[in-house]
């Protein structure tokens, strides 16, 4: 069973900053592309950043200069780095990830909350 796994969500202050991991866990061979997304309270779940393979990244206008999206292929696990953090980016966070699994298969992880406090 093919798993992502979401950590380093929680709670704090605006300004401060936050680093979310998602590892891919289970039978898979490949990655070929993961992305964040973010739902806050009563709205649609949006992309917030995305990575294809490690170096082609692209970002929501709302997060370019504060968060920056990475892979780190050895440990399957990609990371959002949150930086000035406001309190819209309160939510849920949502990796996704493409994994090859004798055909490539898109996946969601659980989701990890952040909620950022003014």
């Known amino acids: 069973q093919v798993q992502l796994v979401e950590s380093g969500g929680g709670l704090v202050q605006a300004g401060g900053s936050l680093k979310l991991t998602c590892m891919a866990k289970g039978k898979f061979f490949a990655i070929r592309s993961m992305a964040w997304y973010h739902q806050a309270p009563g709205k649609e779940r949006n992309l917030v950043a995305h990575?294809?393979?490690?170096?082609?990244?692209n970002y929501t206008d709302s997060v370019k200069g504060r968060f920056t999206i990475s892979r780190d292929n050895s440990n399957n696990a990609v990371y959002l780095q949150m930086n000035s953090l406001k309190p819209e980016d309160t939510g849920v966070y949502y990796c996704?990830?493409?994994?090859?699994?004798?055909?490539?298969?898109?996946?969601w992880g659980q989701g990890t909350q952040v909620t950022v406090s003014s």
């Open positions: 996704n990830a493409e994994l090859l699994t004798g055909s490539w298969n898109d996946y």
């Open positions: 990575v294809r393979g490690i170096v082609n990244t």
